[in-house]
């Protein structure tokens, strides 16, 4: 059994480069698979391993100065649900692109612990509850009677904000993930007039450990191998259908075209009829992954062993351009 984490930290980095560097050595030292970005704002990262190592790796984190107060989402799996790890530089750690200086550790919401959370659910009307996730993530799961934009982007929120129509005298609960979203929507939608901003602290995941995951429907989507994972014990079953035969399903796997790679819901069922593919026009390329219908739901990779140099290389360009 090994142990997944999720964690952030606002905390001022005066030299990412140097940062990312050393944080990168001490997570290969401890044998550690997942994603790190840093930016000169802090830090966002999710990692796997052995209880021992994760354990080594929390305590040098808070170890760096600024970062003593870092929180961490934890789960177990029966393997380590990332290919390989990535710590990386980035501009921002969690991409909103707005203008304003939006700074997590002096402004934004009120937070509300998981407890707080659902009894404002059980006992309030007067509410509007915002799901600051993007669409293939609400779209498995969500809290009952919440706004889910259906936004592919999470830079995309500022201008549906705009848009939303939403009412800034009405109470707003907002939620995502592990809450790295809401620091900063919580901070852009006070800035545009909203009076009373209210985000779930720790996010769905802490939401789920602390309180069973009460009034929440279908599952949460999070950015590894297992795509998705449960929440409320007392409702799993799936709120989105197969895109291939209309089905209850809330599996997610990559279309096999390679030039397509989109990711959809669909059932066994449907990944069979279409060969892991998730239109004809797919199912017909060139370019398609060999189907295995036990591999379909199996961590991505890409098998570029099978194609020619040419698109291997324009592969490896359009994914250098994506990340």
């Not at 606002?10 to 050595?25: G, L, M, N, R, T």
């Not at 297992?226 to 209850?248: F, K, S, W, Y």
Request: proline share 4%; with cysteine.
């Amino acid at each position: 059994m090994y142990e997944v984490i999720l964690y952030y930290n606002f905390s001022q980095i005066d030299d990412p480069e140097i940062f990312v560097s050393e944080h990168k050595q001490r997570c290969r030292d401890l044998d550690l698979l997942g994603r790190v970005y840093v930016s000169e704002e802090g830090i966002n990262g999710t990692l796997g391993g052995t209880k021992e190592n994760i354990d080594a790796y929390k305590a040098y984190l808070r170890s760096i100065n600024g970062f003593e107060d870092t929180e961490f989402k934890e789960d177990t799996s029966d393997t380590i649900p990332f290919a390989k790890l990535i710590v990386k530089q980035r501009p921002e750690i969690v991409t909103l692109k707005v203008d304003d200086e939006l700074n997590p550790k002096e402004e934004g919401g009120r937070y509300l612990s998981p407890q707080e959370w659902r009894e404002v659910l059980e006992k309030e009307e007067d509410i509007q509850i915002i799901d600051v996730r993007n669409d293939y993530e609400s779209r498995i799961g969500h809290f009952e009677g919440a706004i889910t934009p259906q936004e592919n982007n999470f830079y995309d929120f500022p201008k549906w904000l705009e848009e939303a129509g939403l009412d800034k005298n009405k109470k707003t609960l907002m939620y995502c993930t592990g809450g790295i979203r809401c620091e900063k929507f919580s901070i852009l939608m006070q800035k545009k007039g909203f009076k009373d901003v209210n985000q779930l602290h720790g996010g769905i995941l802490n939401y789920a450990k602390e309180e069973g995951g009460k009034y929440f429907r279908g599952k949460c989507f999070v950015f590894d191998d297992r795509l998705v994972v449960p929440v409320n014990p007392e409702d799993e079953e799936p709120i989105a259908h197969c895109e291939i035969t209309g089905e209850p399903c809330d599996m997610y796997i990559n279309c096999a075209n390679m030039e397509c790679n989109k990711l959809f819901i669909c059932s066994p069922e449907g990944a069979q009829q279409m060969e892991g593919c998730c239109s004809e026009e797919c199912r017909q390329s060139e370019y398609k992954r060999p189907f295995d219908a036990e591999q379909a739901y199996a961590p991505f990779r890409k098998w570029y062993h099978y194609f020619d140099d040419e698109f291997k290389q324009r592969s490896l360009q359009n994914e250098h351009q994506d990340s």
